[in-house]
């Protein structure tokens, strides 16, 4: 039997895998977050069913023929993992290691997911991380440095004579580790991003550029070690309005 409504549309299930990413982060980064992220859960039961019914465990014909659907798992796996949530949403206390080994479990229930939804998104529109954080020509490479370590970012983009450009983690540590000694680092970090580029001590590499209807099988083929910029087709290369790493499609 079919549980999942026939009538989902690309946007229903870009949002949920959104959802899914957020409430799986929210989850590694404090495990005492467990019943916060567990509602996405209950979001999504309500996108694949079209109803707001009462409780996690009213969605769950739905969430397993969803998690049935992804590769390499089997349906009693998928109804282990989910009743193991479902047992721990309905408690209302965990604490120290059991808490962590449930939001464990949860994180691995996420991931289920996130992998069937991912099985059906064709474009880059449907997986691009939106509103993604850039660097500007005048930013400090303080400031750069910043904003990768705060965010676990592995490369960010920068709009550079006409085109988006990436710049790598790699290319700023080798710029700062070149430093002679403290006052030369100080120096370096309060460089603008500019200064540093002109002068050839930080090298931006032209960034891999698409659309948002670009087919991700295309994207997979061309990728390389960056990301792929997503840019407004309407508005020529000038408005970027989505990135893809290859994180995000793993």
């Known amino acids: 039997m079919t549980y999942i409504r026939s009538n989902i549309v690309d946007a229903e299930w870009s949002d949920c895998l959104s959802r899914l990413r ?7 980064r404090d495990a005492e977050s467990f019943h916060q992220a567990a509602m996405a859960l209950e979001r999504v039961g309500q996108m694949l069913c079209g109803k707001v019914r009462n409780g996690l465990g009213a969605y769950e014909n739905e969430l397993l023929e969803l998690g049935t659907t992804a590769e390499t798992m089997d349906s009693a796996e998928v109804a282990r993992l989910f009743a193991t949530v479902k047992e721990a949403r309905n408690m209302a206390v965990h604490e120290g290691a059991w808490a962590r080994h449930l939001s464990s479990r949860l994180v691995d229930f996420f991931l289920i997911l996130e992998q069937a939804i991912m099985s059906k998104m064709k474009y880059a529109q449907d997986i ?17 440095r910043q904003t990768m370590l705060a965010n676990s970012f592995s490369s960010l983009p920068v709009f550079k004579d006409g085109r988006w450009h990436c710049i790598s983690d790699l290319t700023i ?7 002679a000694d403290a006052k030369d680092l100080k ?9 540093a580029i002109s002068a050839g001590e930080i090298l931006p590499d032209v960034a891999m550029c698409w659309t948002p209807d670009s087919k991700l099988v295309e994207i ?15 508005s020529g290369t000038s408005r970027l309005v989505g990135i893809l790493t290859p994180f995000d499609l793993l």
């Open 220 to 234: 997979v083929a061309a990728m390389q070690a960056g990301p792929a910029l997503v840019i407004d087709s309407r």
């Open 128 to 144: 691009m991380v939106r509103q993604p954080v850039v660097a500007e020509m005048w930013h400090l490479v303080a400031h750069v």
């Open 173 to 179: 540590m080798r710029f700062l580790h070149g430093a």
């Open 22 to 28: 957020d409430a799986r982060a929210l989850v590694l």
């Open 187 to 195: 120096a370096r970090l309060s460089a603008q991003l500019e200064v």
